[in-house]
């Protein structure tokens, strides 16, 4: 079981940068690969990023592809998004989430893990 708890979302304008973290618990975090989702209101819950266990792969949606960047430290069970040029579009309550496997699933639906979320607001 993983227990994951987010931080650092917050209130930026629009070109500032902001940096998640996802804390989690439990010892198996550094098998599980992690990813991070984000929803705005009146829209369905997308797919920011992922990351297998080992860091050695990652994939992004085209939206934040080149601006956001995913990143884990195993020794410190933490995976964390930077976010850069960030945009009014960008605003969302962003979730962290993991599933066991190799290959960075894009649905949520296979992650079984999942984070509280952290509200990111993006002022123009």
């Known amino acids: 079981q993983v227990q994951l708890v987010e931080s650092g979302g917050g209130l930026v304008q629009a070109g500032g940068s902001l940096r998640l973290s996802c804390a989690a618990s439990?010892?198996?975090?550094?098998?599980?690969?992690m990813g991070w989702f984000r929803q705005a209101p009146g829209s369905e819950r997308e797919f920011v990023a992922g990351i297998t266990w080992d860091g050695g792969r990652t994939s992004y949606a085209s939206v934040v592809k080149g601006r956001f960047t995913i990143s884990r430290d195993n020794a410190k069970s933490t995976v964390f998004l930077q976010m850069n040029s960030l945009q009014p579009e960008d605003t969302a309550v962003y979730y962290c989430?993991?599933?066991?496997?190799?290959?960075?699933?894009?649905?949520?639906?296979?992650?079984?893990?999942w984070g509280q979320g952290t509200q990111v607001t993006v002022s123009s």
């Open positions: 439990g010892r198996t975090f550094s098998s599980v690969v």
């Open positions: 989430a993991g599933t066991r496997g190799v290959v960075i699933p894009l649905r949520q639906q296979v992650y079984n893990y």
